[in-house]
């Protein structure tokens, strides 16, 4: 259930959850500065750093005010009940799902000679966008 | 699934949020249950009638 844990616990799982991130994002961005193509270091500091900074401020924000948060923020930081999980595996199985025949699509896009980053990144954003729009879709249902 | 939980809970003059918290539930979750979108688990209906001091079969109803 999403109020057995307390407070100072959730405090101290986001505490972590953050310093975990920094060790593991900051020498990635160091190698990947070093050795990756273009600003890939930088585009994955900036990235990991966002969604670091975001799960945290989200999984603060739900030890502070459990009775507030929504269902996105329970489902994602796992301190939701059962029917955010719920929410969450449907979610998830349709990102699943479609992922094959977008992935399918990215492939032949890249066979007839389409720019790969361009192609690599309409892949990420059409699955995000499905997960955000399955997740609005299950929430309004569920 | 038709159930009796808003009936119950107005009876009660408990609020959705009172409930959900009694039942450590969110309230979007409560509401799920009283509209109908939402079938609960059998733990959960369970600690439903236990709170109303009655059974599941007389909170939640089959449709036929």
């Given at each position: 259930m999403w109020t057995t844990k307390s407070p100072a616990?959730?405090?101290l799982a986001a505490a972590l959850v953050v310093a975990v991130g920094i060790v593991i994002i900051v020498p990635g961005w160091l190698y990947l500065r070093e050795h990756a193509p273009g600003n890939m270091g930088n585009g994955f500091l900036v990235g990991g750093?966002?969604?670091?900074?975001?799960?945290?401020l989200t999984l603060?924000?739900?030890?502070?005010?459990p009775d507030r948060t929504t269902t996105a923020e329970r489902a994602w930081t796992s301190q939701g009940d059962e029917r955010d999980d719920a929410v969450l595996t449907?979610?998830?199985?349709?990102?699943?799902?479609?992922?094959?025949p977008l992935t399918g699509a990215a492939?032949?896009?890249?066979?007839l000679g389409r720019d790969?980053?361009?192609v690599m990144a309409?892949?990420?954003l059409a699955e995000l966008l499905v997960g955000v729009v399955?997740?609005?879709v299950q929430v309004r249902r569920t | 699934m038709r159930n009796d939980v808003r009936d119950l809970r107005l009876q009660e003059g408990l609020s959705q949020a009172a409930l959900a918290t009694s039942l450590q539930v969110s309230r979007q979750t409560v509401n799920a249950i009283e509209t109908g979108r939402y079938d609960p688990s059998l733990p959960l209906a369970i600690s439903i009638a236990r709170h109303f001091r009655t059974t599941v079969e007389e909170i939640f109803h089959v449709d036929d």
């Amino acid at each position: 259930m999403w109020t057995t844990k307390s407070p100072a616990h959730l405090r101290l799982a986001a505490a972590l959850v953050v310093a975990v991130g920094i060790v593991i994002i900051v020498p990635g961005w160091l190698y990947l500065r070093e050795h990756a193509p273009g600003n890939m270091g930088n585009g994955f500091l900036v990235g990991g750093l966002g969604a670091l900074t975001a799960f945290g401020l989200t999984l603060w924000r739900t030890a502070r005010h459990p009775d507030r948060t929504t269902t996105a923020e329970r489902a994602w930081t796992s301190q939701g009940d059962e029917r955010d999980d719920a929410v969450l595996t449907s979610t998830l199985a349709v990102v699943g799902i479609t992922a094959l025949p977008l992935t399918g699509a990215a492939a032949i896009a890249l066979a007839l000679g389409r720019d790969t980053a361009m192609v690599m990144a309409l892949l990420l954003l059409a699955e995000l966008l499905v997960g955000v729009v399955a997740f609005a879709v299950q929430v309004r249902r569920t | 699934m038709r159930n009796d939980v808003r009936d119950l809970r107005l009876q009660e003059g408990l609020s959705q949020a009172a409930l959900a918290t009694s039942l450590q539930v969110s309230r979007q979750t409560v509401n799920a249950i009283e509209t109908g979108r939402y079938d609960p688990s059998l733990p959960l209906a369970i600690s439903i009638a236990r709170h109303f001091r009655t059974t599941v079969e007389e909170i939640f109803h089959v449709d036929d």
